[in-house]
């Protein structure tokens, strides 16, 4: 009698220790399913959310341990965090059907150029050797304008609407065809992040407006409000009027709900329509052991088809090119 009750009553802790180290397991992914879904990132999650397609991959592990321990509901609470999180993530490594577009191709480059100090001999080869038709640069300076216009930049793409500054505010936009209808806009992020726009002319094809994007990063807590404006200030998609595409450095994932919102309007993230989205566009950082993420996008009418993304190694800059070949209307 005394044997069965000590055993019972071993039963019943082991059953809590092990109920216990499930839920320890399960619950960071359920809680992090409970801000991605929603959309509630604030503070220093905006960061964190960054990570979630790896949040993802770990969130198949803990129904395994959940069912290996036989703990029904903390396995049933991590089935459906796991379902929820690939859900979201998943589809980005699949492509989506495109539009019927029998238009002109359109090759369109964008790199941020880490204050001036990218390798410009290898964005030109990588012009030259894709045939872009259109490049975005971010943080460009006059130092990298010259440079590149050196190394022939300005035969292969010889129409321009540029803003070079010292430093990171600085942007640009090269077509090989002609832009009208060009400006620079200010940004109110604590960088000063400046985006350069114009109208290029496509010939056989309709006119497409094209802005090279840089919203502010929130890479501390008191800049994420920044982060915030600047990406509610990105131009809307007009689908019911002209073509658009916003190329750039985003400091956003597809997690990031602002940037969902951006979407909303009309665009596509050309990377997420091509099975491309998964691929790291920025880190490690500085050397810090950081896995990559993927906040460089080429956003593009619904109208738009995409035909292909590549992502392209840059020497010297921390953010890896983002290569969209499209189709027009």
Do not use: K
């Not at 991605?36 to 993802?56: D, I, K, S």
């Not at 921390?318 to 070949?325: G, I, N, S």
């Amino acid at each position: 009698m005394i044997t069965q009750t000590l055993a019972r009553l071993a039963g019943t802790r082991s059953g809590r220790v092990r109920s216990a180290l499930c839920w320890v397991v399960v619950t960071p992914g359920a809680v992090w399913a409970a801000v991605r879904l929603p959309g509630l990132e604030r503070g220093p999650l905006v960061q964190a959310l960054a990570f979630t397609p790896y949040v993802a991959a770990w969130s198949l592990l803990p129904p395994l341990l959940a069912l290996a321990l036989r703990r029904r509901w903390p396995a049933v609470v991590a089935a459906v965090t796991a379902v929820a999180l690939v859900a979201v993530v998943a589809p980005r490594a699949l492509g989506s059907a495109q539009p019927a577009a029998a238009g002109p191709t359109v090759r369109v480059l964008t790199a941020n150029l880490l204050a001036g100090s990218a390798d410009a001999a290898a964005l030109v080869d990588l012009v030259r050797a894709h045939r872009v038709d259109v490049l975005a640069v971010q943080e460009f300076t006059p130092a990298a304008q010259a440079e590149l216009d050196r190394l022939g930049l300005d035969r292969l793409l010889p129409h321009r609407q540029l803003n070079p500054q010292v430093g990171t505010p600085g942007s640009g936009l090269y077509a090989r065809w002609p832009i009208s209808d060009g400006g620079v806009r200010q940004l109110r992020g604590g960088w000063g992040f400046t985006q350069a726009y114009g109208t290029v002319a496509v010939p056989g094809g309709p006119a497409v407006r094209v802005e090279s994007a840089h919203p502010a990063a929130p890479y501390a807590v008191d800049q994420v409000g920044y982060w915030r404006d600047d990406l509610a200030a990105q131009p809307p998609a007009t689908p019911d009027g002209p073509l658009g595409i916003l190329a750039g450095d985003f400091n956003a994932t597809l997690d990031h709900a602002p940037l969902r919102a951006l979407l909303a309007t009309g665009y596509v993230d050309a990377a997420d329509a091509a099975g491309a989205g998964l691929r790291g566009t920025w880190g490690p950082y500085d050397g810090d052991p950081i896995p990559p993420v993927t906040i460089d996008h080429v956003l593009v009418d619904r109208r738009i088809a995409v035909r292909a993304v590549a992502v392209h190694p840059l020497p010297r800059t921390d953010h890896r090119p983002v290569l969209a070949t499209l189709a027009l209307p």
